[in-house]
C-alpha cells in the first residue's frame, strides 16, 4: 500500500521536467509561488515518457538529473497543488505514475534536501535521456 506524505518542514522541491516552463499552467504556477534557489542534480536515471520526463532516484549511480531547487512560498499549499498535476496521492489512478519523496540534491552551495516526483511505474522499453536534462 502506497503511504502518501503531506506533513513534512522540507520546503524545497526539485524540478526537473515541464514544471520547469512557465508557460505550461502549473509551471506558471509553481513559478508564482517559489523563488529559484539554485541549479543542481541528484544521481539517478531519465527517461522520456512522451509529452514529459520521469526520473528515478538511484543514489549509487554516475549518472545525474539536472534541475532546479525552489523554495516554496507554502509548502502544503503548493505540493497540494503539484500532486494533482503530477497525478500524485490516494485519489489519483493507483498505482500512481509520480511518488514524491524527499532526497537531497547536489547545488552549488551544498546538499539541499528536496521534494522531488519520482516516476513510479517500469522503465522497460523508455528511452534513456542520457544528458539527464530536459528536453
Known sequence: MQKYKMESDCKYLFVYGTLLNADNEYGA???????FIAKGYFNGALYNLGEYPGALYEPTSKQKVWGDVVLLDSATKVLKVIDEYEGYGPNEE?????????????????????WVYLYNLPVSGLLQIVSGRYP
Open 29 to 35: 504556477y509553481l513559478k508564482a509561488h517559489s523563488t
Open 94 to 114: 493507483q498505482p500512481n505514475l509520480f511518488v514524491r519523496e524527499i532526497i537531497p540534491a547536489v547545488t552549488d552551495a551544498g546538499l539541499v534536501d528536496c
